[in-house]
């Protein structure tokens, strides 16, 4: 066993724990494509403070224990690398019609073409988030949150790398072909957008990027869970890997969140507004009234829902037959990781109501991994419904009804109430601006995001985090601006 595994070699251009020193041919074909990565990140990447000296974490190792250090670094001169978590020796395919077999370190040539496909979606997103969010540095609401963003924007252009590593390692000329096409869409381009929708939506402000990073960044971790079971060995081992700094993300969003939950109810109480309904008096004090999170979270939801997919999916099963993409923490679920006879209860439209209909498992695995998903966003709902009722008030965040605005899938061609009541077209046109962010409630939220550079301060819509980042205190420089 090579025992430099878990330490990155920064020696080549390219950081890399994957040996990359004696893969020439591939080491050349990714310093092949080098150059049009850089020049992605200067036309797509974060608009500005391109030479700031930003307080970035880079991972030196891939020991969970202690993988990252921090330093001042140029957004361009980040050392986006190949990392992969190590190999589990005598690894076997957790799932399917390969179960129990040896985890495959080649592709297996009848499930290339999937393959390809999988890793390449997975690779689209990627780049898709840090192109939404590129204008978002010059409304920051502090420094701290300004280091957040780039180190989100930094971390998905390595991920990126990794599914481009993947592609030039495994694919051979089709890999090469499908890595430069990583490079040539564009989030909300018409003639070339990015493959899923949430990911050509806008993210137009701080508000949406917390949620974004919140629901969005979370389908991620399900995808990349779910690909960490892989029977294809570099595929898990990579996912593996980008998924301990996705956690990171996550954590951006769902305290970002909080922040402006808990600033929103100490402005109430200070002006001794008792309902938080009063939207227009809350946002006199220039704060974000709950009604209107609710209704962000009430999009970014619905629209991450749309990424697991249909509900009953034929890919899904094969996917899942072929030993290529498993179900969330697989290893752990105590059944016979075949499926062939099982079921799976599935929310389906029958005869104009909505109900629990049992599909065969392996179809209805996409609906699984939604629920899966689903439980974990509850979690920070948990924490937001906390802050609001220990300042007193009597409101709650909930999640809508899977039926709610939906562009795929069983409810795709219907409306409902978040509640999930069924409405038709007039009733939903009169409402939806009850519901999800109206071109006002958008305006308004513009109006309070102004950038604040100064050490240690926050924009008046936020609170402060309770600990910075890498320990360091409040009034922290975490981005130094050049002038
Ligand atoms: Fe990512
Ligand atoms: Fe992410």
Same mark, same amino acid.
């Given at each position: ?13 390219? +950081?890399? *724990? $994957? *040996?990359l020193g004696e893969?020439?041919?591939?080491l050349?074909?990714?310093e092949?494509?080098? +150059? ?7 036309d ?12 970035l974490?880079? =991972?030196?190792?891939?020991?969970p ?9 140029k957004?361009?001169?980040y050392r986006?690398? @190949?990392?992969?978590?190590?190999q589990?020796e005598?690894?076997?395919i957790p799932?399917? #019609?390969? %179960?129990?077999?040896?985890a495959w /370190?080649?592709v297996?040539?009848e ?20 192109e939404? /969010?590129?204008h978002?540095?010059?409304t920051a +609401?502090?420094? %701290?949150?300004?280091r957040n963003?780039?180190?989100? *924007?930094?971390?998905e252009?390595?991920?990126l790398?990794?599914m481009v590593?993947l592609?030039?390692k %495994?694919?051979?000329?089709d ?5 430069d096409?990583?490079l040539?869409r ?8 990015r493959?899923l929708?949430a990911?050509?939506e806008a ?16 389908d991620?971790?399900m ?8 029977g294809?060995d570099?595929?898990s081992?990579?996912c593996?890997?980008?998924?301990? #700094?996705e =956690?990171?993300?996550m954590f951006?969003g ?6 402006v939950? /808990?600033?929103?109810?100490?402005a109430m109480?200070?002006?001794g507004i008792?309902? +938080?309904?009063e939207i227009a008096?809350v946002?006199?004090?220039?704060v974000?009234?709950l009604?209107?999170?609710?209704k962000?979270?009430?999009?970014? %939801?619905?629209?991450?829902l ?6 009953v999916?034929?890919?899904a099963a094969?996917a899942?037959? =072929? ?9 752990? @679920?105590? &059944? &016979?990781?075949?499926?062939? *006879?099982a079921?799976y !209860? ?5 005869n104009g109501?909505?109900k629990?209909?049992? #599909? !065969?498992a392996l179809t209805a695995?996409?609906?699984r991994?939604? &629920?899966?998903?689903?439980q &974990?966003?509850?979690?920070?709902l ?9 300042a007193g008030?009597d ?10 605005h939906r562009?795929?899938g069983?409810?795709?061609d219907?409306h409902?109430?978040? #509640?999930? $009541?069924?409405?038709d077209? =007039?009733t939903?046109?009169k ?6 962010p ?12 102004t ?5 240690g ?6 609170a402060?985090?309770?600990?910075g980042?890498d320990?360091?205190p409040?009034d922290?420089e975490? $981005?130094?601006i050049?002038?």
């Open positions: 066993m090579n025992v430099n595994i878990m330490n990155v070699d920064y020696s080549t251009k390219i +950081p890399n *724990n $994957v *040996n893969d020439r041919q591939v050349k074909a990714l092949g494509w080098h +150059p049009g990565y850089m020049d992605w990140w200067s797509m990447g974060p608009e500005g403070f391109q030479q700031s000296l930003v307080y974490r880079t =991972a030196y190792s891939v020991d224990r202690g993988w990252a250090k921090f330093d001042y670094v957004m361009p001169d986006w690398g @190949i990392l992969l978590a190590p589990e005598n690894r076997v799932f399917g #019609e390969h %179960y129990g077999e040896p /370190q080649e297996p040539g499930h290339r073409a999937m393959l390809r496909r999988l890793i390449v979606i997975q690779g689209d997103t990627e780049p898709a988030s840090v939404q /969010q590129r978002l540095g010059k +609401p502090s420094l %701290y949150d300004l963003l780039f180190q989100v *924007n930094v971390e252009g390595r991920h790398w990794a590593y592609l030039q %495994y694919f051979g000329r890999g090469r072909e499908e890595a096409e990583l040539r564009r989030s909300g381009d018409a003639d070339s957008p493959m929708g990911f050509n993210t137009p402000d701080w508000l949406s990027f917390f949620m974004f990073t919140y629901f969005t960044d979370r991620g971790k995808q990349l869970h779910s690909l960490a079971q892989s294809f570099p595929l081992r990579t593996r890997f980008m998924l301990t #700094e =956690a990171h993300h951006v769902e305290t970002g969140i909080t922040r939950v /808990q600033r929103t109810c100490e109480r200070a002006a008792g309902d +938080p309904t008096k946002r006199a004090l220039g974000i009234d009604p209107t999170i609710q962000k979270l009430n999009l970014h %939801y619905t629209l991450s749309d990424l697991f997919g249909s509900e999916s034929t890919n094969n899942f037959n =072929a030993g290529i993409k498993g179900r969330y923490h697989e290893t752990q @679920i105590r &059944d &016979d990781h075949r499926l062939q *006879n079921t !209860p599935v929310l389906k439209l029958v109501e909505i629990q209909v049992d #599909e !065969p695995l996409n609906m991994l939604r &629920d899966d998903y689903t &974990d966003c509850v979690k920070g948990l924490r937001w419904n906390k802050v609001i009722s220990t008030f409101y709650k965040l909930t999640l809508p009804n899977v039926a709610f562009a795929i069983e409810f795709k219907i409902a109430t978040p #509640e999930g $009541v069924l409405i077209d =007039a939903w046109n409402r939806k601006d009850d519901w999800l109206s071109t006002d409630d958008g305006d308004f939220i513009a109006s309070l995001m950038p604040v550079t100064e050490t301060q926050f924009a008046s819509w936020i402060p985090p309770k600990v980042i320990n360091k409040g922290f975490y $981005v130094k050049e002038t």
